[in-house]
C-alpha cells in the first residue's frame, strides 16, 4: 500500500468517525480539550461524506470501529475494559465488540469447515449450530461430535480478514513512520517498534492451529490450580481457520448485573482475576494476554474459565525475577531500592540522579495506596508516568507490551467488578509467595543445580575451549566479550515499570493508538 492508499485510508478513518457520529462522542468520553473538539468539528465536516456508513443501530463510536475492520475493533476491545479512561458509558457500549459483532452467514462458516477438514462437514458433526459469539476476527458455534456425541465449541476466521488486517496494520505502520518524523518527542513511544510487535501478534492469531497450542499447554500450566479452568483441545478437528474445543457452560463475565442475581462474590471473584493472571506470568512465565469480559466465564461453583487463546504472553526466567523484585519494592513502598535495581540494571542512564528517580517513583506510586479505586485519577496517574519516564530517558520498549496491555486490561475487568478494588493489595499475596519461592535459599539451590548441568554439559570440550583462550592471551590477542546481558536488561526497563503500573495503564493504548 502506497502513502497515497495510507493517506486516503487516514482520511477515511476521520471521515467514518465524523459521519457516524463518533468524533465528538469519543472526544467528550476521553475528555479531550475544547480546543481539539472544535478543531475536529471543522476539519471533520466537509470529510464526512466520504466516510463509511456502518450500522446505525449501533452506538456511534461502536459503529464507527465496526465499519474500519477489525484492527480497530480490537482496540475498542481494550478500551471497553477501561471506563476511568473511555467513560463509564462509552466503556460499556465498547462491550459489544468482545463477542457480540454481527456474525458472518452460517453458509461461509460450513464451507471453511469443509475445506479446512476436507471432508463433509455432517461426517465431523452431527449438529451445527448458528453462532453464539462473534468477534474481531472469528466467530464459535455449537455443534455436536459425531464421533463421540460430545458436545463442542467450533472457532472459525472471518473470511478475508487477514487482507483487512494486512491493510489496517499497513496504516497503522504509516501513521507511526509519519509520528516520529513529525514529533521526535514521540520517539522514545518507539511507535515503529509497537506498530511492529502489534503486527506479529496479530499474525499469530490468524493462525488457529497456534492457538490451540497455546491453549494445549496453558491447559497444562494450570490443571492444578484451584478455581481456574482452560477448555480441551479436539486437535483431530482443528485446523489453521478452524479450531475446535470443548463446550463449556458458564456465565459471561461482562454482565455484572446478572452475575450479582446469581450470587457470585463479585470483589472476590474480581481479586482472583488478578491474581491468577500474576501467577500465571510470575509462575509460568506464560499468561492469557487478552483476558477481557468476552474471554472470561465463571461456572456455579465460581471456577473462572479462559476462552480464546489466540494471544498469549511469555516472560523469560531472568524477566520474571526483576519484574517481580521491582513490584515487590513498590508494594513494600521502597522507592529507594526500586530506584536502586534501575541504576543497577542500566536501565537509567548512570548520569541521572538516583535519590531524584526514587522521588519521582514515590510521586506516582503513593497517590495508588490507601486509595479505592474510585478515587484515583487514571488519566492524570498515565500523564505523571510518561512525564517521568520522559525525564529520565526511558525509552518505551515492546518487549513486554503484552504484559502491559494485560495489565491495563485485568484491572479493567477486576474493576468492573469491584470498583473499589485496588490492584496493588490483590497483587501483594502472590508476589511476596513468588519472591519467597524464587528469591531465597531455593532459588540459590535451584539455580546452582541448573549452572552445574550447564557446565556438565560442556564438561568434555572444556579443556579445548579454555586452551583456546589461554593460547590467545599468551599471542596478545585480545579476546572479544559481548555483554548480551546489559542489552537484555536495558530491554525490560520502561516495559517492567510500566507493567507493574498496571492500575496507571494506557502504555499500550497510547502506543496503539499511535
Known amino acids: ?14 471521515a467514518t468517525f465524523q459521519r457516524t457520529g463518533a468524533m465528538e462522542e469519543a472526544l467528550a468520553a476521553l475528555d479531550a480539550p475544547r480546543s481539539i473538539r472544535v478543531a475536529a468539528r471543522i476539519l471533520g465536516w466537509p470529510l464526512g461524506p466520504l466516510g463509511l456508513r456502518g450500522d446505525p443501530a449501533l452506538p456511534p463510536v461502536v459503529r464507527a470501529l465496526t465499519a474500519l475492520g477489525p484492527a480497530y475493533v480490537k482496540f475498542g476491545q481494550t478500551l471497553s475494559t477501561r471506563p476511568d479512561v473511555a467513560g463509564p458509558k462509552l466503556a460499556r457500549e465498547l462491550r459489544v465488540l468482545q463477542d457480540r459483532i454481527a456474525p ?16 463433509p462437514l455432517e461426517e465431523a458433526f452431527s449438529e451445527f449450530g448458528p453462532p453464539v459469539a462473534a468477534a474481531s476476527i472469528a466467530q464459535v458455534h455449537p455443534a455436536i461430535e459425531r464421533e463421540t456425541g460430545r458436545r ?44 511492529r510487535h502489534f503486527e506479529g501478534v496479530v499474525t499469530t492469531e490468524l493462525d488457529l492451529r497456534l ?3 497455546a491453549a494445549a499447554e496453558f491447559k497444562a500450566n494450570t490443571i492444578e490450580d484451584a478455581g481456574f479452568r482452560v477448555p480441551a483441545v479436539l486437535w483431530g478437528l482443528s485446523q489453521k481457520r478452524m479450531m475446535t474445543l470443548e463446550w463449556v457452560e458458564g456465565d459471561p463475565l461482562g454482565d455484572v448485573d ?72 513498590f508494594l513494600r ?15 537509567v542512564p548512570a548520569d541521572r540522579d538516583l535519590e531524584t528517580f526514587a522521588q519521582a517513583l514515590r510521586s506516582i506510586g503513593e497517590p495508588i495506596f490507601g486509595q479505592d479505586a474510585s478515587r484515583i485519577s ?18 518505551t520498549r515492546t518487549e513486554l507490551i503484552l504484559l502491559q496491555r494485560t495489565m491495563v486490561v485485568v484491572e479493567g475487568v477486576a474493576r468492573t467488578l469491584d470498583p473499589n478494588l485496588n490492584m496493588w493489595s490483590a497483587a501483594h ?33 572444556m579443556p579445548e575451549m579454555a586452551e583456546k583462550v589461554l593460547t590467545k592471551l599468551a599471542e596478545g590477542e585480545p579476546i572479544e566479550v559481548k555483554d548480551q546481558g546489559l542489552e537484555l536488561r536495558r530491554a525490560i526497563a520502561v516495559g517492567v515499570v510500566a507493567g507493574l503500573l498496571g492500575g496507571l495503564g494506557g502504555a499500550v493504548l497510547v502506543a496503539l493508538a499511535i
Open 152 to 195: 463442542v465449541a467450533v472457532k472459525i476466521l472471518r473470511p478475508g480478514v487477514e487482507r483487512a488486517f494486512r491493510k489496517d496494520v499497513e496504516a497503522f505502520h504509516f501513521i507511526a513512520r509519519t509520528i516520529e518524523i513529525l514529533a521526535p518527542s514521540a520517539r522514545r513511544l518507539r511507535p515503529t517498534a509497537v506498530t
Open 104 to 119: 458472518f452467514p452460517d453458509a461461509e462458516a460450513r464451507a471453511t469447515v469443509e475445506h479446512e477438514l476436507g471432508r
Open 429 to 461: 499475596p502472590v508476589v511476596e509467595e513468588w519472591m519467597k519461592d524464587n528469591l531465597g535459599p531455593k532459588a540459590v539451590k535451584r539455580d546452582l543445580e541448573a549452572t552445574l548441568k550447564v557446565l556438565a554439559r560442556f564438561g568434555p570440550r
Open 258 to 329: 446478572v452475575l450479582a442475581t446469581r450470587g457470585y462474590d463479585l470483589p472476590e471473584l474480581g481479586r482472583f482475576i488478578i491474581r491468577s493472571f500474576l501467577r500465571h506470568a510470575l509462575r509460568d512465565g506464560f499468561f492469557h494476554a487478552d483476558m477481557h469480559q468476552g474471554n472470561l466465564k465463571v461456572l456455579r461453583d465460581g471456577t473462572l474459565v479462559a476462552l480464546d487463546f489466540g494471544i498469549m504472553g511469555r516472560i523469560d526466567p531472568y524477566t520474571r525475577r526483576v519484574y517481580a523484585e521491582i513490584l515487590l519494592g
Open 211 to 213: 492457538e490451540a497450542s
Open 1 to 14: 500500500m502506497g502513502v497515497f492508499a495510507n493517506l486516503w485510508r487516514l482520511a477515511r478513518t476521520g
Open 333 to 347: 513502598k521502597d522507592y529507594r531500592r526500586v530506584a536502586e535495581v534501575h541504576f543497577e540494571a542500566g536501565y
Open 378 to 395: 487514571m488519566a492524570r496517574l498515565l500523564a505523571h508516568l510518561f512525564e517521568v519516564t520522559e525525564r529520565f530517558g526511558m525509552e
